[in-house]
């Protein structure tokens, strides 16, 4: 194979070529021999390398990318993360004392400004490291409601992700924190509804923080079918409150009756599955198998950097079935993202902004259609990314982010986790 001649202007950004390693599509396509051609920031033309590099301008002046047999996919979407948890790593085995509120409670009832920027921008580089370009993240701060979306929409742009975000709404320290929530939502929403990468979902807490009647106020208050992110179960509920569409998400669902699962699928709705954390909820192991008519994505619950423990750890919940759920899930998180925001994120699309990632991983046994997802399971779990393009630009190579002061990040973030756990009594 001849590749095209190096001219043209020099001061004139120069398309990308991305070849030498297998290539993932997104969705089920696999080629041994993969190659992306990026022109402008998109997608000109992806395949086989014989196939990409017959249609490149032979004066093409190129920059190219050899992975040396590296895997190369398009970005992961996240469909549920918690960045507001990343400073208490490493507290979730103390037992809260008798009298005080979970854990997770008491976190996000410390969070300021400054903490939820810092654990924003500590959770999305770790998603980006793992391969992740889209990220769906609930967030709760009840003593900084106002305004924490848009802090957490700074650190995603910052980052050069892009993300669907929503606050949870609880009603558990009365009825101001309730309208705050829906406040934050609402104009979060609007704000957002043409944003190039940042979109809002109304965000609902868990059944034990947000009471029925806090539900059916927020059912007043706002004008659905608005794109919802639901914790926790009460299918029947979202339902009796218009509020189970195809732009609704649920996660933490636990056990699924009959009855909801036909209203699941009538409706469109979203179930994530989050097989990291799901060990932390009684519930868990009555969560069913995929159903070719439920949609069912998958999440990391910020329980691991991105996808690729998720993915390892349904391969060791159901072998045999591994590769069709896989198929199946990210095939849900991608639509789900497409809905909200627009393109087609997670997949390969000629003329689509490029999202893209070549993986530190290189396979030493063929990746073919039928293989893939053995690789993906068992490989992505302990590879991060050497590097991701997001909306056609790089966000991070050589290992590190680009515009970004990843070191200092770190060290403020050490000095506000210290900050965090002396308030928490810890």
């Not at 992961?76 to 008798?98: C, F, I, Y």
């Not at 391969?131 to 305004?147: A, E, I, R």
């Not at 650190?155 to 993300?163: P, S």
């Not at 909820?281 to 991105?306: K, M, N, Q």
């Amino acid at each position: 194979m001849t590749k095209p001649t190096v001219s043209g202007n020099p001061s004139v950004p120069k398309p990308l070529v991305i070849y030498g390693g297998p290539l993932f599509d997104g969705e089920a396509r696999v080629w041994p021999d993969g190659c992306i051609y990026v022109v402008n920031g998109r997608i000109e033309a992806f395949g086989s390398e014989e196939s990409v590099f017959a249609v490149i301008p032979r004066t093409a002046q190129l920059d190219y990318n050899d992975t040396d047999g590296a895997l190369i996919a398009p970005g992961l979407v996240d469909l549920h993360r918690h960045s507001g948890l990343t400073l208490a790593r490493g507290l979730w085995h103390r037992p809260a004392n008798t009298g005080q509120p979970a854990l997770s409670r008491r976190i996000a009832r410390a969070l300021n400004e400054e903490l939820i920027q810092l654990s924003a921008l500590a959770d999305y580089m770790e998603a980006v490291r793992a391969g992740t370009t889209v990220v769906f993240d609930l967030h709760s701060s009840p003593l900084q409601q106002k305004n924490s979306l848009s802090v957490l929409a700074g650190a995603a742009e910052r980052i050069g992700l892009r993300a669907v975000l929503g606050y949870a709404t609880a009603d558990a320290d009365g009825a101001d924190e309730l309208n705050r929530a829906i406040e934050e939502n609402s104009a979060f929403i609007e704000n957002h509804a043409e944003h190039p990468s940042i979109r809002g979902m109304f965000g609902l807490a868990h059944p034990r923080l947000l009471s029925d009647a806090g539900l059916t106020t927020v059912r007043d208050r706002i004008d659905p079918p608005l794109p919802v992110c639901s914790c926790g179960g009460r299918i029947g509920r979202l339902r009796d409150n218009d509020l189970l569409s195809d732009r609704t998400l649920l996660v933490h669902a636990g056990k699924i009756t009959p009855a909801e699962a036909a209203w699941l699928s009538s409706s469109g709705a979203v179930v994530a599955e989050t097989p990291r954390s799901l060990s932390h909820w009684a519930d868990s192991a009555a969560i069913p198998a995929v159903e070719p008519d439920r949609p069912t994505g998958l999440g990391s619950d910020s329980a691991s950097p991105g996808l690729g423990l998720a993915l390892r750890d349904l391969w060791f919940r159901d072998k045999a079935h591994f590769s069709s759920r896989a198929v199946s899930m990210l095939s849900t998180n991608n639509r789900l993202a497409a809905r909200l925001l627009g393109g087609s994120p997670g997949m390969l699309k000629k003329g689509q902004t490029a999202d893209l990632v070549v993986f530190d991983y290189a396979p030493l046994t063929p990746v073919t259609e039928e293989t893939l997802w053995e690789h993906l399971a068992l490989g992505l779990c302990s590879a991060s990314a050497r590097l991701v393009l997001a909306a056609g630009r790089p966000i991070f190579q050589d290992g590190g982010f680009v515009g970004v002061d990843e070191t200092l990040i770190r060290e403020e973030c050490r000095q506000a986790a210290a900050r965090l756990w002396a308030q928490l009594e810890i």
